[in-house]
């Protein structure tokens, strides 16, 4: 009997065994990954699938049993006949019109404030800066009622003021992101130009803001997004169908329900596009923004 | 810089009056201190941001605490009630109990659910794996979809008869699926799967987080000989900390906030299960047009969401781990 060599047989035998384990289990783990990845994302999918498939089915097939997931015949008329119901191109120049003045509104107000804060020293700073901060975290129903109340004397009401107004005079949220980049841009930089003669505001202009374009850019894509989603406050403000956006417009649509499921659905889709175009083309900037702050658009 | 030279120097021109309007408080005044025209400035620069917080925020805030004390509606005018609508609130309004209890089962049901899932989604995009960047566009794409287009779509996927999770329910054999928004027990339910669809913008806050945590902490970990899970316990979990903390606090408030889909998908119903603290709110200062009584749900509101923020806030200091932080 031989046993020593029996034992380091074993032995080889059983490293081997273990060695090999760990591979395939490296393999294993690998693939269950990707698979779980890969589901996940395909449940992520689903609702937006289910939404264009639906806006190109004929009225029959929207609710058919067991769904029909491609249909036959692609309905394109679904998205030419509401679009002219409800007038959804006014929507969108509505819509279009608005982002673009809030956005050029809050770039304005909420650069030169952020400014300050980064850069200017004057009595108070801690203080002024504090409203901010606390500002960011206050549930805007607080201030609701009053604003409305305040607004709606002005005759603000189905203007587009009330949404226009408060963001032009600054945003907490932007007012707080930009001034956390211009902190990051060099104060040597400033103090060239200032012995060049530059004045405060020429430092601002010519230094902090040319090398601010991605917050910028950032301040700009959340700025469009958010107006473009938002619902509440052109619920309460907008009452007539021509001052309307597009999200409140879709809302009506969807509420006179004409019977077309379908057309709903590729008013939906339109209404979606637009975002994801921005956001496709924004991509890394939006990505960086959010990352940079922590909060979403 | 291939800027035409007539276009810069119109711009410098504009740029020389706007310093001039700018400046002319401090000339006016005729000080010429540079210290007190730094600050003059200063205070220029930030004059819009003061009037929309005096006015907007301090002001409105002010107002709006006193109009809870007060009735005030279009036909009364204001009068005085002192803590009356309180009062009501809590103990005459049968709707109250309910938006508040409605709320909080969403927020305790939907905050941990979604705050998990963008971990779990996160870790698995953080592993290296083919095509990283398109899931992780996959998985953020939902949130950048409007309420009110999630809620037209979501409505569509619950419909009881024809939507596509009843159809699949009925696929794998299960008989009498729930009517989701159309039933008082599952329109919640459906309002909390619901939500899970926009964990997208927690991943990416994760992911960031992740990034962060330096590898030689992994190296050490392994070296003295901690599995993958013991990795994930002892170094991801700690300094992923602060993001988990971030992002609570974040959805707390935003799930107390929820509006639009109980407002689209079923009007506060069916039997008022899903009524939130918004939708009230907005019945009584916009339908009903009782301003007062409106505001006081608006205090309540904020005090909830205030005392939630500092609870999370305390609770921190026991699982919130900060580099730099000394050990106790």
């Given at each position: 009997m031989n046993v020593p060599s029996e034992i380091t047989m074993e032995r080889a035998r059983r490293l081997a065994v273990e060695r090999w384990l760990l591979l395939a289990g490296q393999i294993l783990g690998k693939i269950g990954v990707h698979l779980i990845v890969i589901t996940g994302a395909f449940f992520f999918t689903l609702p937006f699938a289910w939404m264009v498939s639906t806006s190109?089915?004929?009225?029959?097939?929207?609710?058919?049993?067991?769904?029909?997931?491609?249909?036959?015949?692609?309905?394109?008329?679904?998205?030419?006949?509401?679009?002219?119901?409800?007038?959804?191109?006014?929507?969108?120049?509505?819509?279009?019109?608005?982002?673009?003045?809030?956005?050029?509104?809050?770039?304005?107000?909420?650069?030169?404030?952020?400014?300050?804060?980064?850069?200017?020293?004057?009595?108070?700073?801690?203080?002024?800066?504090?409203?901010?901060?606390?500002?960011?975290?206050?549930?805007?129903?607080?201030?609701?009622?009053?604003?409305?109340?305040?607004?709606?004397?002005?005759?603000?009401?189905?203007?587009?003021?009330?949404?226009?107004?408060?963001?032009?005079?600054?945003?907490?949220?932007?007012?707080?992101?930009?001034?956390?980049?211009?902190?990051?841009?060099?104060?040597?930089?400033?103090?060239?130009?200032?012995?060049?003669?530059?004045s405060l505001l020429g430092i601002f202009f010519r230094i902090i803001l040319p090398l601010s374009r991605p917050a910028l850019g950032v301040v700009g894509i959340f700025e469009l997004m958010y107006w473009w989603n938002n619902f509440f406050t052109p619920l309460i403000y907008l009452n007539r169908p021509e001052r309307m956006t597009i999200s409140i417009g879709l809302r009506m649509f969807q509420t006179r329900d004409e019977g077309h499921l379908e057309w709903t659905m590729a008013m939906t889709v339109l209404s979606v596009i637009p975002l994801i175009i921005v956001f496709f083309i924004a991509q890394r900037r939006f990505i960086q923004g959010i990352v940079l702050t922590g909060i979403k658009g | 810089?291939?800027?035409?030279?007539?276009?810069?120097?119109?711009?410098?021109?504009?740029?020389?009056?706007?310093?001039?309007?700018?400046?002319?408080?401090?000339?006016?005044?005729?000080?010429?201190?540079?210290?007190?025209?730094?600050?003059?400035?200063?205070?220029?620069?930030?004059?819009?941001?003061?009037?929309?917080?005096?006015?907007?925020?301090?002001?409105?805030?002010?107002?709006?605490?006193?109009?809870?004390?007060?009735?005030?509606?279009?036909?009364?005018?204001?009068?005085w009630l002192g803590l009356g609508n309180y009062k009501?609130?809590?103990?005459?309004?049968?709707?109250?109990?309910?938006?508040?209890?409605?709320?909080?089962?969403?927020?305790?049901?939907?905050?941990?659910?979604?705050t998990t899932l963008a971990l779990l989604i996160a870790l698995m995009l953080n592993q290296?794996?083919?095509?990283?960047?398109?899931?992780?566009?996959?998985?953020?794409?939902?949130?950048?979809?409007?309420?009110?287009?999630v809620s037209i779509i979501w409505a569509w996927m619950f419909n009881p008869r024809f939507g596509l999770i009843n159809a699949a329910l009925k696929g794998i054999g299960i008989a009498n699926p729930p009517r989701w928004i159309f039933s008082e027990e599952w329109a919640l339910p459906a309002f909390i799967l619901m939500s899970l669809w926009g964990a997208g913008s927690n991943m990416l806050l994760y992911l960031a987080g992740l990034q962060g945590i330096p590898t030689p902490l992994y190296d050490a970990a392994k070296v003295d000989g901690a599995n993958a899970f013991q990795r994930l316990l002892n170094v991801t979990?700690?300094?992923?900390?602060?993001?988990?903390?971030?992002?609570?606090?974040?959805?707390?408030?935003?799930?107390?906030?929820?509006?639009?889909?109980?407002?689209?998908?079923?009007?506060?119903?069916?039997?008022?299960?899903?009524?939130?603290?918004?939708?009230?709110l907005y019945r009584k200062a916009f339908q009903q047009f009782r301003h007062g009584y409106a505001s006081s749900i608006a205090w309540v509101l904020f005090g909830i969401i205030m005392a939630l923020t500092l609870l999370v806030l305390r609770s921190s200091a026991l699982w919130v781990y900060y580099e730099g932080e000394l050990a106790k």
């Amino acid at each position: 009997m031989n046993v020593p060599s029996e034992i380091t047989m074993e032995r080889a035998r059983r490293l081997a065994v273990e060695r090999w384990l760990l591979l395939a289990g490296q393999i294993l783990g690998k693939i269950g990954v990707h698979l779980i990845v890969i589901t996940g994302a395909f449940f992520f999918t689903l609702p937006f699938a289910w939404m264009v498939s639906t806006s190109l089915k004929q009225g029959a097939l929207v609710f058919r049993i067991p769904p029909v997931w491609i249909p036959p015949k692609l309905i394109w008329s679904n998205y030419v006949i509401p679009w002219t119901m409800e007038n959804f191109s006014l929507f969108y120049r509505n819509t279009a019109i608005i982002c673009t003045l809030c956005v050029l509104g809050t770039m304005c107000s909420s650069t030169l404030v952020a400014y300050a804060f980064a850069r200017l020293r004057f009595p108070g700073r801690g203080i002024v800066f504090l409203t901010v901060l606390a500002s960011l975290m206050l549930p805007g129903q607080v201030t609701l009622i009053p604003t409305y109340v305040l607004f709606s004397r002005l005759g603000w009401v189905d203007t587009w003021l009330p949404l226009i107004v408060p963001t032009s005079l600054g945003s907490a949220f932007h007012i707080f992101l930009l001034r956390q980049y211009f902190m990051t841009i060099s104060r040597e930089l400033d103090d060239a130009a200032k012995i060049d003669g530059c004045s405060l505001l020429g430092i601002f202009f010519r230094i902090i803001l040319p090398l601010s374009r991605p917050a910028l850019g950032v301040v700009g894509i959340f700025e469009l997004m958010y107006w473009w989603n938002n619902f509440f406050t052109p619920l309460i403000y907008l009452n007539r169908p021509e001052r309307m956006t597009i999200s409140i417009g879709l809302r009506m649509f969807q509420t006179r329900d004409e019977g077309h499921l379908e057309w709903t659905m590729a008013m939906t889709v339109l209404s979606v596009i637009p975002l994801i175009i921005v956001f496709f083309i924004a991509q890394r900037r939006f990505i960086q923004g959010i990352v940079l702050t922590g909060i979403k658009g | 810089m291939n800027r035409t030279v007539p276009g810069a120097i119109a711009e410098r021109e504009a740029e020389g009056v706007l310093e001039r309007v700018l400046a002319l408080p401090t000339q006016v005044i005729g000080w010429r201190k540079p210290a007190t025209r730094e600050a003059i400035f200063a205070y220029v620069c930030l004059s819009p941001w003061i009037v929309h917080f005096v006015i907007l925020i301090a002001g409105a805030m002010f107002v709006s605490l006193f109009l809870s004390f007060t009735k005030t509606d279009l036909l009364t005018g204001t009068k005085w009630l002192g803590l009356g609508n309180y009062k009501h609130l809590f103990f005459e309004d049968p709707l109250f109990p309910q938006a508040l209890k409605v709320t909080a089962i969403y927020s305790f049901g939907s905050v941990p659910l979604t705050t998990t899932l963008a971990l779990l989604i996160a870790l698995m995009l953080n592993q290296n794996i083919k095509l990283r960047g398109a899931w992780r566009t996959l998985y953020y794409m939902p949130s950048i979809v409007s309420g009110v287009a999630v809620s037209i779509i979501w409505a569509w996927m619950f419909n009881p008869r024809f939507g596509l999770i009843n159809a699949a329910l009925k696929g794998i054999g299960i008989a009498n699926p729930p009517r989701w928004i159309f039933s008082e027990e599952w329109a919640l339910p459906a309002f909390i799967l619901m939500s899970l669809w926009g964990a997208g913008s927690n991943m990416l806050l994760y992911l960031a987080g992740l990034q962060g945590i330096p590898t030689p902490l992994y190296d050490a970990a392994k070296v003295d000989g901690a599995n993958a899970f013991q990795r994930l316990l002892n170094v991801t979990l700690p300094m992923l900390s602060p993001t988990i903390f971030f992002n609570l606090i974040m959805n707390v408030i935003g799930s107390f906030q929820i509006f639009t889909q109980s407002y689209i998908m079923t009007q506060g119903g069916p039997n008022n299960a899903t009524l939130t603290m918004v939708l009230f709110l907005y019945r009584k200062a916009f339908q009903q047009f009782r301003h007062g009584y409106a505001s006081s749900i608006a205090w309540v509101l904020f005090g909830i969401i205030m005392a939630l923020t500092l609870l999370v806030l305390r609770s921190s200091a026991l699982w919130v781990y900060y580099e730099g932080e000394l050990a106790k």
